[in-house]
């Protein structure tokens, strides 16, 4: 009966509770739960105990009985029964472990924003954070999403709070959902082609490895050195290194009559992810990357069989698309077949493809068999991808190639100082090993109209053969003999560097062309022509073409050229170099067509495999440019910040002049080289200490941080100053250096002539085209690399080489001891290591007795006996 009574009682009670299990919940939730029992169902304080042992369960019942021994559990206080239990159960944690696993926590893959701030907030029940929970939650919270969408828009807000965070969140995952929904029917305007690996592992994408998230990879916040954005290196880089034709065509824009704009909005802009060398031909996977919205686009009007079908060049697209609805109704003959390549949305959902027909294009006068994708579907615009760019050119023919050029309407006028004489040299002797080249030489040069023979002239220069890489041979007159001293140099100013960049600035991706050389596709005004007669031992031969090695050569090209682009938009031009950029990929097209249009009207030609197109960062004149600005190249100061440690106290010497040099770039130099400067005390053994080697790498490391090359000004006189040791050469333009280094088994004459052709070659951009100061060490080249004194027939051939290249450039020489040579000594005697080699000179091919002194007094060479070998 009493039985009866009490399950009657219990089943007139609020809700039920069950026994606790420690493996569903925790003791904190249970006796919370038992309060709200309590609360709900009036108990009394005085059946509280007794009510809750009744529920709790036998196996909690049991533990307690141990944990209270020797008293009963029904004698002890209700909150002393829960403080034992939860000492038992839940034992106070850690502050620094539950700190730990809560800031490690990111959001999973396919956790909902609600399910990621719930885990935060019971993640951060024990970590005591006190007033600045929230605030803390809300940090943890933006900086673990998944998605950069989110966590972009989320700091703009300037009062955030936690709910605001969630809020924002939340409706922008619902809208993705929405578009992801909606995007099986939508438009498909690019696409790019990433073919599967065989294996089917999923590759990380920021190091190409597999077996593990992208989100968990080691190197997610790396740049990469191939393209410079951060997420992923160089070897997972998707932006390979590709060519004209591959990275985009620049044969973009339309003829007149093919054009039309889109008048609605598109999605038309995408990256393209190449393919690796290794991959299957089979399961080829396309997705559109990188979807920008822009309203205009440039058209074309192919035929697809004889058909006129209005298409869109897009440059990024890796294939060429058009919908089913628009193609295949009007054509039900066509059985396309099936296709092994996957169309993926931006979004990410899966584009249904009909399959594939080979189709004859015609365009511009061309035709080629190029495979058609059908997309289902009737709202894809038709694009013509860059696959079909590769083998179709649209505009360019006449600017690719590697003809020689012909400007058009711009010839070269050569003027000579009053009441100067004609000088006619005869020609040098031509090593007979050789020969047989030089005349092919000469002949190839007057077949293309570079030269043209006479019989009679009051200006002879002689030649200078030099011996390239490929075995032929590069015909050069030794104009600093002749012509040079008595010239009027054209005083048309080179663009200043800083007026140069200050052009790009908005520019969002950069092209670079290289005009196919450069001088030879000038004419010279044929009253100039006899000044630039050469003499050969085949006779006379005059250049219809500007040449190079005339000291007026840049003026006169960089004015030509500041005349054929002038009015062109998004262009910088120095001398050979153009750059060309937009405010983005229409604007920077649109430039560069205007541009290659330009080239084409004036007849110039450009060096494809030099051209480099839509570039996020581009090196040029000494700088990396992006479209954050201007950037120092770091190969710049690499010789002092890779420099070896000192092995005594000569190196070290070296290295402290070098330093000083730069001490206005280094705050606090004297206090980090204290170190240093004591080895220099005689009365103290060397030793190089680990507190040396620290002083040593923390001055590198502020020469790294310094910008040492945005100084540089070239309305001031320029100075190079050149040295060179046994162990390498060094340069020094102003506050740059240089890197590079020179074989070591040259005699030291030729390692000094070395150091100064090294350095007029790396700061060429700078010092061709002005007149500026050679600084040596080495007094005897003072004589031979005078620029009043011509190139000697009879030493060394790279001797002749170089003095040839310094006879292009306006400079004086001049002497400098060695104790005032430090900066350039510094780099010379402190160079990176080297394991290239360079083959000897030993061989001999000509040798010839001289009765007496090929050259004069006046001339001021050196006399010998040997021809060498020019070397490859």
């Not at 403080?83 to 106070?92: D, F, G, N, R, V």
């Not at 620049?250 to 060398?277: A, C, L, S």
């Not at 440019?625 to 106290?649: E, F, M, Q, R, Y």
């Not at 040396?692 to 001055?699: G, I, L, P, Y």
């Amino acid at each position: 009966e009493k039985y009866t009574d009490k399950q009657t009682r219990m089943a007139g009670l609020v809700g039920q509770i069950g026994p606790y299990d420690e493996t569903v919940e925790q003791w904190s939730s249970y006796t919370e739960w038992f309060d709200y029992f309590v609360k709900a169902n009036g108990i009394r304080d005085e059946v509280l105990v007794p009510t809750f042992l009744s529920v709790m369960g036998s196996k909690t019942y049991n533990l307690l009985r141990s944990l209270v021994q020797p008293n009963k559990p029904g004698d002890c206080l209700f909150k002393d029964i829960v403080a034992l239990l939860q000492e038992h159960y839940a034992p106070k944690p850690l502050i620094i472990a539950e700190r730990f696993r809560f800031h490690k926590r990111n959001q999973l893959e396919g956790e909902s924003i609600a399910q990621f701030v719930a885990v935060l907030k019971r993640l951060s029940e024990h970590c005591e954070f006190g007033t600045a929970l929230n605030d803390t939650i809300r940090d943890r919270f933006v900086c673990r999403l998944r998605s950069e969408t989110i966590q972009k828009r989320l700091l703009c807000e300037s009062n955030l709070t936690l709910e605001r965070a969630k809020e924002i969140s939340v409706s922008m995952e619902m809208a993705a959902k929405e578009v992801q929904e909606l995007s099986v029917s939508s438009q498909v305007h690019k696409v790019y082609s990433e073919k599967m690996k065989p294996d089917g592992k999923k590759a990380c994408y920021c190091c190409g490895k597999s077996g593990h998230l992208a989100q968990e990879c080691w190197f997610k916040d790396k740049d990469c050195r191939n393209c410079g954005k951060k997420g992923h290196i160089e070897r997972a880089c998707q932006n390979k290194k590709l060519t004209v034709n591959e990275k985009v065509n620049p044969t973009v824009e339309p003829r007149k009559g093919y054009v039309r704009k889109n008048k609605k909005k598109r999605v038309n802009q995408v990256e393209y992810i190449g393919k690796d060398e290794d991959e299957s031909d089979e399961n080829e996977f396309s997705h559109v990357m990188s979807v920008s919205s822009n309203s205009d686009g440039y058209w074309v009007t192919p035929l697809l069989d004889g058909e006129a079908v209005p298409m869109q060049v897009d440059t990024g697209s890796a294939v060429l698309l058009v919908a089913e609805s628009t193609y295949l109704e009007k054509r039900p003959h066509l059985c396309p077949k099936e296709a092994n390549l996957t169309l993926k949305s931006y979004t990410g959902e899966l584009v249904p493809l009909s399959g594939v027909v080979d189709v004859t294009v015609e365009l511009n006068k061309q035709k080629v068999k190029l495979p058609l994708y059908i997309v289902k579907g009737s709202s894809h615009t038709a694009l013509m991808g860059r696959a079909w760019l590769e083998k179709i050119k649209l505009n360019w023919q006449e600017v690719f190639g590697d003809k020689l050029g012909n400007m058009k309407d711009i010839t070269v006028k050569l003027a000579i100082k009053p009441d100067s004489k004609p000088k006619c040299l005869k020609a040098r002797p031509v090593p007979y090993a050789i020969k047989p080249k030089v005349e092919t030489e000469l002949d190839r040069l007057e077949e293309t109209g570079v030269l043209k023979k006479v019989s009679v002239s009051e200006w002879a220069t002689p030649i200078v053969p030099i011996l390239k890489k490929d075995g032929t041979v590069r015909i050069c007159g030794d104009f600093k003999v002749t012509v040079n001293p008595v010239l009027t140099v054209e005083q048309y100013p080179l663009p200043l560097i800083e007026d140069l960049f200050a052009g790009l600035s908005g520019g969002q991706k950069f092209s670079k062309i290289d005009l196919c050389h450069a001088y030879l596709q000038m004419q010279v005004d044929p009253v100039s022509q006899e000044l630039l007669t050469i003499v050969t031992h085949k006779g006379l031969y005059r250049y219809q073409r500007l040449p190079f090695g005339i000291t007026s050569a840049p003026a006169l090209f960089q004015r030509a050229m500041d005349q054929i682009l002038s009015g062109l938009d998004g262009v910088q031009c120095y001398l050979d170099d153009l750059l060309i950029t937009g405010k983005d990929d229409e604007d920077h097209l649109r430039n560069l067509s205007a541009t290659l249009q330009r080239l084409k009207e004036y007849g110039l030609w450009v060096k494809k495999d030099k051209c480099e197109f839509f570039q996020p960062t581009i090196e040029y004149l000494g700088h990396v440019i992006d479209s954050a600005g201007l950037h120092t190249a770091s190969s710049k100061v690499k010789a002092i910040v890779d420099a070896p440690s000192p092995k005594n106290v000569s190196q070290l010497r070296s290295f402290l002049e070098l330093l000083t040099y730069y001490a206005k770039f280094m705050p606090n130099l004297a206090s980090r080289l204290r170190p240093l400067h004591e080895l220099l005390n005689k009365s103290k053994q060397w030793k190089w200490s680990d507190r040396c080697e620290k002083a040593f790498r923390d001055v590198k490391s502020v020469l790294t941080q310094s910008k040492v090359l945005t100084h540089y000004n070239p309305s001031l006189l320029i100075q190079l100053a050149c040295d060179a040791s046994p162990y390498g050469v060094g340069a020094v333009l102003s506050h740059v250096m240089p890197t590079g280094q020179s074989p070591s088994n040259y005699a030291q004459i030729e390692r000094e002539a070395l150091a100064i052709v090294f350095g007029v070659k790396k700061f060429h951009q700078y010092l061709f085209g002005r007149r500026f100061t050679l600084l040596t060490d080495h007094r005897p080249l003072t004589s031979i690399f005078g620029p009043q004194t011509g190139i000697p027939p009879l030493v060394a051939n790279r001797m002749q080489r170089w003095a040839l290249l310094l006879s292009a450039h306006q400079y004086d020489i001049k002497y400098r001891r060695s104790e005032q040579h430090c900066n350039a000594d510094g780099l010379s005697r402190l160079p990176l290591s080297d394991t290239s080699s360079e083959g000897s000179q030993a061989d001999i091919f000509y040798f010839k007795e001289v009765q007496s002194a090929p050259v004069t007094a006046a001339q001021k060479f050196w006399p010998g006996s040997l021809m060498e070998r020019e070397e490859s």
